[in-house]
């Protein structure tokens, strides 16, 4: 079946520093994917997405391209802030509007 | 623009007590998915319904069942609740009629069993 694999967690990072958060997939087709983040008490919020190969996903300075050819979808930003400490979950849907399929999830830390 | 939602946002129950989690999905959005989230875990696909009728089902115990009513809300029924079934509930919707390729989350029920 589907699967997501993230990046083990946590991470840790000082303020300004650039954030990579890598995640592959595996899934039969051609599926859409995501990254989510999720503050603390919080629902999920849809950071950014892409639908098809090469598509570049981008959002409040977080960026990921669909890779079709190594099957990932890495989470980058170049200069973190403390207010971006969350949980990221990578995340793929089916085709045809399916059930979505999370990673684990990846907390990170910004410390000022 | 609207959102899912949901209702309750929390919910304590004791355990062995019954609970019902509602969702009422984007306007003209035609399919409704739920998710359950434990402490510290990923979100985990339950059940989903597409012009009410049930398209796919997940890791949802016997002991829960859900519909989808003709206004497109959904709700959860869960029964002989256990305190595992704690968890942070999320209904999901999208327009798979038109080759919905986004899912589009609620903020969440959360529910204590005690």
């Known amino acids: 079946g589907d699967s997501v694999t993230q990046m083990e967690g946590p991470v840790t990072l000082s303020e300004e520093a650039f954030l990579t958060i890598n995640c592959t997939y595996t899934?039969?087709?051609?599926?859409?994917l995501f990254w989510y983040v999720q503050y603390p008490g919080e629902g999920l919020q849809l950071l950014l997405k892409?639908?098809?190969?090469?598509d570049k996903g981008s959002n409040k300075g977080f960026e990921a391209t669909y890779r079709k050819e190594t099957t990932s979808f890495h989470l980058e930003k170049g200069s973190v802030q403390v207010s971006d400490s969350a949980v990221y979950f990578c995340?793929?849907?089916?085709?045809?509007?399916?059930?979505?399929?999370f990673g684990d999830g990846t907390t990170l830390t910004v410390k000022p | 623009a609207a959102g899912v939602i949901q209702s309750p946002r929390h919910l304590i129950k004791e355990k062995r007590e019954t609970a019902t989690l509602k969702c009422y999905p984007i306007?003209?959005?035609?399919?409704v998915y739920w998710y359950q989230q434990g402490p510290g875990q990923d979100p985990q696909f339950l059940i989903s319904?597409?012009?009410?009728?049930?398209?796919d089902k997940g890791s949802i115990p016997d002991r829960f069942s859900a519909q989808q009513f003709s206004d497109y809300h959904s709700e959860l029924n869960m029964s002989s609740l256990e305190l595992g079934d704690s968890a942070l509930y999320f209904c999901?919707?999208?327009?798979?009629?038109?080759?919905?390729?986004?899912?589009?989350f609620g903020p969440g029920t959360r529910l204590t069993v005690l």
């Open positions: 999901a919707s999208s327009l798979r009629g038109a080759g919905a390729d986004t899912q589009y």
């Open positions: 319904f597409y012009e009410k009728m049930q398209s």
């Open positions: 899934a039969t087709g051609y599926p859409s």
């Open positions: 995340a793929l849907l089916t085709p045809g509007g399916g059930k979505s399929t």
């Open positions: 892409a639908t098809k190969a090469d």
């Open positions: 306007p003209r959005h035609d399919t």
